[in-house]
């Protein structure tokens, strides 16, 4: 069927435009009934970033979760995978996370978790879409629903997350960035279990704040505060923390690329990656293949998304699978991308090899890239042949020395393209063309 509001993340928009109140109330309405299927009466969590919205879609997923005759638990503001934790650890029917994750704080966006903590499958979000506008006879009475809110939830994560590590990171120096997110209930409890002395940044959210000019979209702040501070590492949380990106103690930046060779590396040293497989989606950099495979890796591409990076892990019993954004999954352990056990797996993984992070980050060498995103119709995108035509020449020229990667954006308005080549003018050359060709083949009509 047509999918009307679930995109490649949830449902996503402008808070009070697209994503409004009564839209929330009729999507945990519809999860509700859905669930009702299966369990009666069904539990739901509710866990948010801290975007001024927050509240108001809270206030109105709980009612419609109420009206339905199923149980609304308000988590507060929680990190992503915290919500996917809890759901697991609660016996849950299902978690609902509010957030727009790394996007500008006027969006918003609605996330939905099953009882195993995995996000819903398409065909589970799409019969909870189809239930969104049926007129139905809703409980009255002693049948109604219930709300209610419960303290302690990012400390349980906290703690989790701290000893899955494993490992203390007692005199290492760190400056943590929250971008002004969800991570700012999570991040000062770990870290001091951890043993890590850690400077936090961006920890002071006004529900406009997130992911301004900080944060892992934003890496300038951390660096900068690394330096300050003469740090070992910087560690950078996106808005919901379901991702992670690092920055090394002179400020060079670590991408997923590193940190899933950093963890590969470690896992085999203990033996602890089955099969040694990786999987890796298609923008991943030429340097992490060659460096992943000189580890011993058999590697799986996906297309870009977490949820193919997860489907590919979960088919063929994969531990270790991610994005070049920093969404890390590690399956043996969580369920989804979490950015605050990425983080802790990482720094343990120092502490036992006793490199830091450029040294460990150094065994990628990336080759040249250039991944521009272009505001631009992306459903035009798959019939677009002039660009088509030119990705073909162009693959032509770079041989095996390089590749190109045109997709459009699950959540936004845009098309992005990735060229990347031995030859850094090459590949920036290549990128511009084919950026012109969108600009020019798929102009955004205001």
Known sequence: MARAWFGTDGIRGVANARLTPELALRVGRAAV??????????????????????????????????????????????????????????????????????????????KLFGADGYKLLDAEEEAIEALLDLDTTLPTGADVGTTSSVDGAADAYADWVADVAGTPLDGMR????????????????????????????????????????????HL???????????????????????????????????????ILTILAAD?????ALPGNRVVLTSMANLGAHHALRALGCTLELTDVGDRYVLEAMRRDAT????????HVIALDHQTTGDGP?????????????????????????KFPQNLISVRARREGLPECAPLWEAIAVAEAQLGENGRIVVRSSGTEPLVR??????????????????????ERELPVVE
């Open 341 to 365: 056990l990425t983080a802790t797996l990482v720094l343990a993984a120092l502490a036992r090899s006793g490199q830091t992070l450029a040294e460990a980050a150094s065994a990628v060498e």
């Open 267 to 271: 896992a085999i040293a203990r033996n």
């Open 417 to 438: 393209v990735m060229v990347e080549a031995r030859d850094a003018g090459e590949c920036l050359a290549i990128a511009e063309a084919l950026v012109a060709i969108v």
């Open 33 to 110: 009934q859905r669930l009702q299927d299966a369990q009666p009466n069904p539990v739901v969590l509710i866990g948010r970033d801290t975007r001024r919205s927050g509240t108001m879609l809270e206030d109105a997923l709980a009612a419609g979760i109420a009206s339905a005759g199923g149980h609304a638990v308000r988590l507060g503001v929680l990190p992503t995978p915290a919500v996917a934790w809890s759901v697991v650890q609660r016996k849950a029917a299902a978690g609902i996370v509010i957030s727009a994750s790394h996007n500008p704080y006027p969006d918003n966006g609605i």
């Open 174 to 217: 760190i400056v943590v960035d929250c971008a002004h997110g969800a991570a700012v209930t999570v991040a000062p409890r770990l870290f001091e279990r951890l043993g890590a002395s850690a400077t936090l940044i961006a920890c002071a959210p006004d529900g406009c704040n997130i992911n301004v000019d900080c944060g892992s979209t």
């Open 319 to 326: 531990a270790l699978g991610g994005e070049q954004s920093g």
């Open 220 to 258: 300038a702040a951390v660096a900068a505060a690394v330096r300050a501070h003469g740090a070992t590492l910087g560690v950078a949380f996106d808005g919901d923390a379901d991702r992670v990106l690092f920055v090394t103690a002179d400020g060079s930046h670590v991408d997923g690329d590193h």
